[in-house]
């Protein structure tokens, strides 16, 4: 079946400082890639789309700047969160689709921001 | 405006006994509906999803749901549920680029 990896599984960073999470399909081209973030007790909420070689596409409310999304190829996205600070603590989780694959999820980074 | 809600916060149940869990939605055209399951700190693993054709869809783990158009619902069953089901379940709907979580049911279940 297809498999998603997302790494790290859990990060802490200080405040100011730049983290990176990683998103791979391992057995499947994934042409779009999302990426959630989800509260403590909350649903999931989508930040931005990205298809492979073209820009992140951000909902309304998510700052471009702060969560930079890279979809550099058919097997990769990462997302960077710029100069974090504590209310970015959070889960983040992508999600990989391709051609005859459904929405697959990553199993999530949990951010700390100190 | 499209939106899923799931009604019930928490729901505690005794093994083996029956579960339902509630999803409602709203969405203009013919919706693809997915039930998630996520165990804590983990992401997320469908259990089934509806697009077309039979409305009673059958999932992993012994869960099955009936779409029903008249009631704008996709309710989540299990006949006898395992303490290994403790965990929340998301519904969603979506058109093919993006999903619509609900707020999600959290599961206990007692011995």
């Known amino acids: 079946g297809a498999v998603v990896s997302q790494h790290p599984s859990r990060v802490i960073c200080k405040s100011g400082t730049s983290v990176k999470i990683e998103c791979r399909s391992l057995d499947f081209q994934a042409t779009t890639m999302f990426w959630y973030r989800q509260f403590p007790k909350q649903s999931l909420m989508l930040m931005a789309t990205?298809?492979?070689?073209?820009?992140?596409?951000?909902e309304q409310g998510v700052e471009k700047d702060k969560f930079l999304i890279n979809h550099a190829s058919l097997t990769l996205s990462t997302l960077t969160v710029t100069s974090a600070h504590p209310e970015d603590s959070s889960f983040y989780i992508c999600?990989?689709?391709?051609?005859?694959?459904?929405?697959?999820f990553g199993s999530g980074t949990r951010l700390t921001v100190v | 405006a499209q939106s899923v809600t799931q009604p019930d916060i928490h729901i505690t149940v005794s093994e083996g006994a029956s579960l339902e869990l509630r999803c409602n939605y709203s969405y203009g055209a013919t919706p693809y509906l997915f039930w998630y399951v996520q165990s804590p700190g983990q992401g997320l693993q469908l259990l089934l999803k509806y697009f077309s054709g039979d409305t009673l869809v059958q999932g992993i783990k012994g869960f099955e749901a009936e779409f029903k158009r008249s009631q704008s619902s996709f309710n989540l069953r299990k006949p006898s549920v395992h303490w290994s089901d403790a965990a929340e379940y998301f519904c969603?709907?979506?058109?093919?680029?993006?999903?619509?979580f609900g707020t999600g049911t959290r599961l206990q279940v007692f011995p």
């Open positions: 990205s298809n492979e070689g073209s820009k992140a596409t951000y």
């Open positions: 999600s990989a689709r391709g051609v005859n694959y459904g929405y697959t």
């Open positions: 969603a709907v979506g058109p093919t680029d993006k999903l619509i």
